[in-house]
């Protein structure tokens, strides 16, 4: 292909590649279908890439026949160039077509799904002609009908090319995770049938395999992101002990990251943050962090651990834990500045609202107050300085000419505080 210059409107401006099946925006720029169905679908943008113009229907996608077809011909002439000819691509389904499957699929449920399966892995522009057609709703009903009947939970037809014990809500579940849903579809499981389906995914963690609980977990945090506060306020204590549970199996750091976003989204509302740390939250918290070197992972364990030490049921929890203060000192000025102001919170809430006698002693002890000592005099952050010095004042009478403090640290005591 080097020896041979390739005509430049056969090249699709994003992969810069040669187009396979060209397909041409309202805008008038056409582009490879699978490039600039990633652009527009998976990563979230609405606008041409080309000339930057807002698309207003941007599922509106015009093969572009003519244009195929001469990058066919050219091809086929230089195919002595190792140039191989590019095969017509399948037309991408309808919404009618849609329609008709699951209209008819009360006939044979898994059929329709298999035949679903098969158009959402044809193109990001199917997946979005399902959701159009109402398969999202048709996905979450056998979800919720199966978790009901438990009996239909572990069984498969061995005729029907689903793999053994792999149930029909199990295969639907997949399929709402792997179709990216859209903010209106992910709105639609949120309200559907009275927020039953939040119920159904308690359930599938419950009961499910690894990899049905991983993608009940998946929904849930794209429906925690797009879900209004009040539609949070009522959510059952069952679905927090299946959250808290998940982080404790450790099913994948995927699932382990996704399961902190839902409780960082979920927990602020209502009594949820109370619902969280009643599931055993906190002392799992910290056991993951003893153990966790990644950033990410870390801030965001600290984040919610932040969030619930707002309630005295949380910073009650964290004290117990032999480990609790000493882990949440330790990741200071060890992972990031938002980890440092997190870690720093934690304590401030310790310090102004369950400092016992014993609690201050031990703060002491652990290195608690030298630690935050250190933070006056690195660069921990403008937010973490100023809590931890809010810290020191609190309990400098006990603190301030202690032995603990090792004495260069010592100095930032009366020096800033």
Same mark, same amino acid.
């Given at each position: 292909?080097?020896?041979?210059?390739?005509?430049?409107?056969?090249?699709?401006? !994003?992969?810069?590649?040669? &187009?396979?099946?060209?397909?041409?925006?309202?805008?008038?720029?056409?582009?490879?279908?699978?490039?600039?169905?990633?652009?527009?679908?998976?990563?979230?943008?609405?606008?041409?890439?080309?000339?930057?113009?807002?698309?207003?229907?941007?599922?509106?996608?015009?093969?572009?026949?003519?244009?195929?077809?001469?990058?066919?011909?050219?091809?086929?002439?230089? #195919?002595?160039?190792?140039?191989?000819?590019?095969?017509?691509?399948?037309?991408?389904?309808?919404?009618?077509?849609?329609?008709?499957?699951?209209?008819?699929?009360?006939?044979?449920?898994?059929?329709?799904?298999?035949?679903?399966?098969? !158009?959402?892995?044809?193109?990001?522009?199917?997946?979005?002609? &399902?959701?159009?057609?109402?398969?999202?709703?048709?996905?979450?009903?056998?979800?919720?009908?199966?978790?009901?009947?438990?009996?239909?939970?572990?069984?498969?037809?061995?005729?029907?090319?689903?793999?053994?014990?792999?149930?029909?809500?199990?295969?639907?579940?997949?399929?709402?995770?792997?179709?990216?849903?859209?903010?209106?579809?992910?709105?639609?499981?949120?309200?559907?049938?009275?927020?039953?389906?939040?119920?159904?995914?308690?359930?599938?963690?419950?009961?499910?395999?690894?990899?049905?609980?991983?993608?009940?977990?998946?929904?849930?945090?794209?429906?925690?992101?797009?879900?209004?506060?009040?539609?949070?306020?009522?959510?059952?204590?069952?679905?927090?002990?299946?959250?808290?549970?998940?982080?404790?199996?450790?099913?994948?750091?995927?699932?382990?990251? #996704?399961?902190?976003?839902?409780?960082?989204?979920?927990?602020?509302?209502?009594?949820?943050?109370?619902?969280?740390?009643?599931?055993?939250? @906190?002392?799992?918290?910290?056991?993951?962090?003893?153990? =966790?070197?990644?950033?990410?992972? =870390?801030? &965001?364990?600290? @984040?919610?651990?932040?969030?619930?030490?707002?309630?005295?049921?949380?910073?009650?929890?964290?004290?117990?834990?032999?480990?609790?203060?000493?882990?949440?000192?330790?990741?200071?000025?060890?992972?990031?500045?938002? #980890?440092?102001?997190? #870690?720093?919170? !934690?304590?401030?809430? @310790?310090?102004?609202?369950?400092?016992?006698?014993?609690?201050?002693?031990? &703060?002491?002890?652990?290195?608690?107050?030298?630690?935050?000592?250190?933070?006056?005099?690195?660069?921990?952050?403008?937010?973490?300085?100023?809590?931890?010095?809010?810290?020191?004042?609190?309990?400098?009478?006990?603190?301030?000419?202690?032995? =603990?403090?090792?004495?260069?640290?010592?100095?930032?005591?009366?020096?800033?505080?």
């Amino acid at each position: 292909m080097d020896e041979i210059d390739v005509p430049s409107f056969f090249v699709c401006p !994003i992969s810069l590649e040669i &187009m396979k099946d060209p397909v041409t925006l309202s805008t008038g720029i056409t582009y490879d279908r699978e490039c600039i169905e990633t652009w527009l679908f998976s990563k979230k943008n609405k606008a041409c890439p080309v000339t930057k113009q807002p698309l207003l229907d941007y599922t509106d996608l015009t093969p572009n026949h003519t244009l195929r077809r001469l990058i066919q011909a050219w091809c086929t002439m230089n #195919a002595s160039h190792g140039i191989e000819r590019i095969p017509t691509p399948k037309p991408p389904v309808n919404k009618t077509q849609i329609s008709k499957l699951l209209k008819d699929a009360s006939h044979s449920p898994r059929a329709c799904l298999r035949r679903l399966k098969s !158009i959402a892995s044809g193109s990001e522009t199917n997946k979005r002609c &399902m959701e159009a057609a109402g398969a999202v709703e048709f996905l979450a009903s056998i979800v919720m009908n199966n978790n009901v009947d438990s009996s239909n939970s572990s069984e498969a037809d061995p005729n029907d090319g689903l793999e053994l014990r792999t149930s029909a809500s199990d295969e639907a579940l997949s399929m709402l995770y792997s179709l990216h849903l859209s903010e209106h579809s992910l709105r639609t499981l949120l309200s559907f049938k009275n927020g039953e389906f939040i119920e159904s995914l308690t359930r599938v963690m419950q009961k499910g395999f690894f990899e049905s609980r991983a993608y009940a977990v998946f929904l849930l945090k794209s429906m925690s992101e797009v879900a209004d506060p009040v539609q949070l306020l009522h959510l059952r204590e069952e679905l927090f002990v299946e959250l808290a549970q998940v982080l404790k199996d450790k099913i994948s750091e995927k699932t382990t990251k #996704a399961t902190l976003q839902t409780l960082i989204q979920f927990s602020p509302w209502g009594r949820n943050r109370i619902k969280a740390v009643e599931a055993g939250t @906190v002392p799992i918290l910290i056991e993951l962090l003893l153990d =966790c070197k990644d950033r990410k992972p =870390c801030e &965001m364990m600290l @984040v919610l651990l932040e969030t619930l030490c707002q309630c005295a049921e949380g910073r009650a929890e964290l004290l117990s834990h032999g480990a609790g203060l000493a882990i949440v000192s330790k990741k200071i000025l060890r992972v990031s500045t938002l #980890a440092n102001d997190r #870690a720093v919170r !934690i304590l401030l809430f @310790v310090a102004k609202f369950s400092a016992t006698p014993h609690v201050v002693q031990e &703060m002491l002890k652990l290195g608690v107050v030298a630690k935050l000592c250190l933070v006056l005099q690195v660069d921990s952050g403008n937010k973490a300085k100023e809590k931890a010095r809010e810290i020191l004042k609190l309990h400098a009478r006990a603190w301030r000419n202690s032995p =603990c403090i090792p004495s260069n640290l010592l100095g930032s005591y009366r020096t800033f505080v």
